[in-house]
């Protein structure tokens, strides 16, 4: 059983910064990669930012220059520090991780619950 736990969500005012937290546990065997996803309301589920071992993290386009992401490998965390955030920014956030249960598995992609992030005045 692998579990991603998110945390950090919340109302924000434009402008305003928050900072998301999701943590890995369970029957974990490696890592290769975490990061974020995010859905707003009748549109698809778009990546954020992704950070793989070994490489430069990944943003998409919109959020380049506010959106910082880092993970705490020992612990199994992913961390997501949003600055100058925008009514546009409004979505429901996924963590996500690419994973190996064991030694001898293939990697699978696990999400979590969804956080939900507000920007309004």
């Known amino acids: 059983q692998v579990q991603l736990v998110e945390s950090g969500g919340g109302l924000v005012q434009p402008g305003g910064s928050l900072r998301l937290s999701c943590a890995a546990s369970g029957s974990i065997f490696s890592i290769n990669a975490m990061g974020w996803y995010r859905q707003a309301p009748g549109k698809e589920r778009e990546l954020v930012a992704a950070?793989?071992?070994?490489?430069?993290?990944n943003y998409r386009d919109s959020v380049k220059g506010r959106f910082t992401i880092s993970r705490d490998n020992a612990m199994n965390t992913v961390f997501l520090q949003m600055n100058s955030l925008k009514p546009e920014d409004t979505a429901v956030y996924y963590c996500?991780?690419?994973?190996?249960?064991?030694?001898?598995?293939?990697?699978?992609?696990?999400w979590g619950q969804g956080t939900q992030v507000t920007v309004s005045s």
């Open positions: 950070i793989t071992s070994g490489t430069r993290p």
């Open positions: 996500w991780a690419d994973l190996k249960r064991t030694k001898w598995s293939l990697p699978s992609n696990y």
